[in-house]
C-alpha cells in the first residue's frame, strides 16, 4: 500500500456556461436533449453488482409536457431493500478498509466526468425529468455537484489532518476518522439534483456504505448519476440505488440493527416522523444514528425604505421565480414598506410581463412547469383561495393550465394580514406573498419575520441604510441559516456559502462544508506511551 502524506487539487467552483445562441455548448446540449426524447429508457435499480429489473414498473414523463413517455424504471419492494443493505454491508469492509487517497480519486473522476462527457447528459437529463431551464439545469446537475464532490474530498483532507495539538514527552496523541459502524441511508428531494448525488456520496467519501432511494420525480436524473459513479470506478454495492415506496423502505431500514445514520433532504413533517421512528427503535441498533436533514422553508425578503426599488423587484424576482419557486431556499414571503412598494409593483408587473413560460427545450423560457399534478392542483387551490379573499390583491399571475404540462404562472398576492395562509405555510411553487408595511414600523416587521414562520432556512435584507443592516441582521439571526445583504435569499455556491438552516428547517449540518462530512466519520483518540510506568505508586504517597 502507498503511503504518504497526499495534497488533494485545490478545489476551484465550477465554471457556469452560459449556452448563448450559436455557442458549442448549446448546440451540443440540444442535440443531447433530442437524443434522450428519442426512446424510452429502462431505468433498473443498482443493488451490489446487479442492475436489476423488477417488471413492475414505474413512468418518467416531463412535468412540462406530461404526454411523452421519457423511461420506465423498476420498482422493487421491502425484499429489495433488504437485498441493498446486505449488499452496503457486504461491501463494507473492503471499501472501510481502502486507503483514503483512492476513495478521493473515484469522486474526484465523477466530477471531471460530469464536467466533460457527461456534462449535456446530466443536464438534459435534470431539464427534461424536473422541469429546469437550461442555465437552472446548468448550475445545479453540472457545477454544484461537480464541487460538492472536489471540495468535500479537499474538507475530507483537512478532517484528517486535524490532530491533537500536544504529545508531551514519551506519549504520541493522534486520532483517526472511523466511518460509521453500520449503514447510511441517503433520502433525497426532487428539486436539486446535485443534493441527490451529494447525500449519498459524502457519507459514502468517509468510508460509509450506503442505501440511496431517490424522490419518484428525479429518478431519470439520478440513474445518471450512478452510471457516471460506476464509471469513476464506484465499487458494487458502496452505494444502492433503490426505487421503493417512503414507508416500505422505513419499514426495513429504521428497524435494522445495523442502521448508522440518515441523510435526508425534504419535507419537514417527513422529517419529525423519521426522527420519531428512530426514537421509538433507538433500542434496537447498534449505536445512537446520526441524524442529518435539510426540510422546508418559509423563506423572506425583507426591504426597508432606504432600499433601491430595482435591486428588490430585481430580487424578488428571481429569488421567488427561478425553477418555479421550487427551490429550499425559494423567497416566497416579502416585506415592503409603503413608500417603496409602488415602484416595486410596477417593476414586477413590467417584468413579469416580459417572463416566458413553456418547455424547457426552448431555452427561451424562463418559466417551466411544477414538478407534477398534485403540486399544481395544490399551488391552483391556493390561488383559488386568495382571489376570493377580499383582503387579497392579486397582483400578477393567477393563471394555471396542466392540458401539456403543470404550467402555474407566477403569482404575486398583496395581503393585509401578514399571517395570512400564504405568508406562513411552505407552498413550494411560483406564488409570491406581501405584505406592506407602514414605514415606521420597521422594528414592528422585523419581529413579525421572526416569528410567522416555523422555518429558518434562508432570508434577505435589502437596505442602503447600515444601521438598519446590522440591526436586522442581528434581530433575524436565529430566523434563517444563510442570511443575504442585498441580494436573493437563493443561489448558495459550494465553497462560498455552506447551505442549512434550524428550526423546522433542518439540523444546520451545512452542505458543502467540512461541518457537514464530520458527521459521517466517528472519531477514535489513540495514545502511545513508550516508556510506561512499571510501578503504581506516585510520588504522594511517599
Known amino acids: 500500500m502507498l503511503k504518504g502524506f497526499f495534497n488533494v487539487p485545490k478545489p476551484q467552483n465550477e465554471p457556469v456556461l452560459n449556452y448563448g445562441p450559436g455557442s458549442a455548448e448549446r448546440a451540443s446540449l440540444q442535440a443531447a436533449l433530442q437524443q434522450a426524447r428519442s426512446y424510452i429508457a429502462d431505468i433498473p435499480m443498482y443493488i451490489g453488482a446487479d442492475e436489476v429489473r423488477t417488471g413492475k414498473t414505474g413512468e418518467v414523463r416531463p412535468p412540462h409536457d406530461h404526454k411523452h413517455l421519457l423511461a420506465k424504471f423498476h420498482e422493487g419492494d421491502a425484499t429489495h431493500v433488504t437485498a441493498a443493505i446486505n449488499a452496503a454491508l457486504a461491501a463494507k469492509a473492503g471499501w472501510e478498509d481502502l486507503a483514503w487517497e483512492q476513495r478521493a480519486a473515484i469522486f474526484l473522476k465523477a466530477a471531471e466526468l460530469i464536467a466533460g462527457p457527461y456534462r449535456d447528459k446530466i443536464n438534459a437529463a435534470t431539464m427534461l425529468g424536473q422541469s429546469k431551464n437550461v442555465y437552472q439545469a446548468e448550475i445545479d446537475s453540472a457545477c454544484e455537484l461537480i464541487d460538492f464532490l472536489r471540495f468535500n474530498v479537499h474538507y475530507m483532507t483537512e478532517i484528517y489532518q486535524q490532530q491533537p495539538p500536544i504529545s508531551p514527552k514519551g506519549i504520541w496523541n493522534r486520532v483517526e476518522q472511523r466511518p460509521l459502524e453500520g449503514f447510511v441511508f441517503a433520502l433525497t428531494p426532487f428539486n436539486f439534483t446535485a443534493i441527490a448525488g451529494n447525500l449519498p456520496a459524502s457519507a459514502a467519501m468517509m468510508g460509509n456504505v450506503v442505501v440511496w432511494k431517490p424522490a419518484y420525480t428525479q429518478i431519470y436524473a439520478a440513474n445518471v448519476i450512478m452510471q457516471v459513479l460506476r464509471e469513476a ?132 423560457n424562463f418559466i417551466n412547469a411544477v414538478i407534477s399534478e398534485a403540486s399544481f392542483d395544490k399551488l391552483a387551490n391556493y390561488i383559488d383561495t386568495a382571489r376570493q379573499d377580499s383582503n387579497v390583491e392579486l397582483v400578477a399571475g393567477g393563471g394555471y393550465d396542466k392540458s401539456t404540462g403543470w404550467f402555474i404562472e407566477p403569482t404575486v398576492l398583496r395581503v393585509n394580514d401578514p399571517y395570512y395562509t400564504t405568508m406562513c405555510e411552505e407552498l413550494f411553487g411560483p406564488v409570491l406573498s406581501v405584505y406592506v408595511y407602514k414605514d415606521e414600523k420597521f422594528d414592528e416587521v422585523l419581529d413579525i419575520v421572526d416569528k410567522t414562520s416555523v422555518y429558518a432556512l434562508t432570508g434577505s435584507i435589502i437596505a442602503q441604510d447600515r444601521y438598519i443592516i446590522a440591526r436586522a441582521t442581528q434581530y433575524l439571526r436565529n430566523a434563517a441559516g444563510n442570511f443575504y445583504i442585498n441580494d436573493k435569499p437563493t443561489g448558495a455556491v459550494v465553497g462560498q456559502q455552506p447551505f442549512g438552516g434550524a428550526r423546522g428547517s433542518g439540523t444546520n449540518d451545512k452542505a458543502g462544508s467540512m461541518i457537514n462530512l464530520l458527521r459521517w466519520v466517528s472519531p477514535r483518540t489513540i495514545k502511545e506511551t513508550f516508556d510506561p510506568p512499571k510501578d503504581y505508586r506516585y510520588p504522594f504517597l511517599g
Open 233 to 364: 470506478g464506484l465499487p458494487s454495492g458502496v452505494i444502492n440505488l433503490i426505487y421503493v415506496d417512503g414507508p416500505v423502505a422505513g419499514d426495513v431500514i429504521f428497524s435494522h440493527h445495523d442502521f448508522a445514520g440518515i441523510h435526508f433532504t425534504g419535507s419537514t413533517g417527513v422529517f419529525q416522523n423519521i426522527w420519531k421512528t428512530i426514537g421509538n427503535n433507538i433500542h434496537q441498533y447498534k449505536t445512537y444514528p446520526r441524524i442529518v436533514g435539510e426540510t422546508g422553508g418559509k423563506d423572506f425578503v425583507l426591504a426597508h425604505s432606504s432600499a433601491d426599488a430595482e435591486v428588490v423587484s430585481t430580487a424578488l424576482l428571481r429569488g421567488a421565480f427561478e425553477y418555479q419557486g421550487q427551490k429550499c431556499s425559494a423567497a416566497s414571503r416579502a416585506y415592503i414598506p409603503f413608500s417603496l412598494w409602488p415602484a416595486v409593483k410596477a417593476n414586477m408587473q413590467r417584468d413579469l410581463a416580459s417572463f416566458k413560460m413553456g418547455p424547457v427545450e426552448d431555452f427561451s
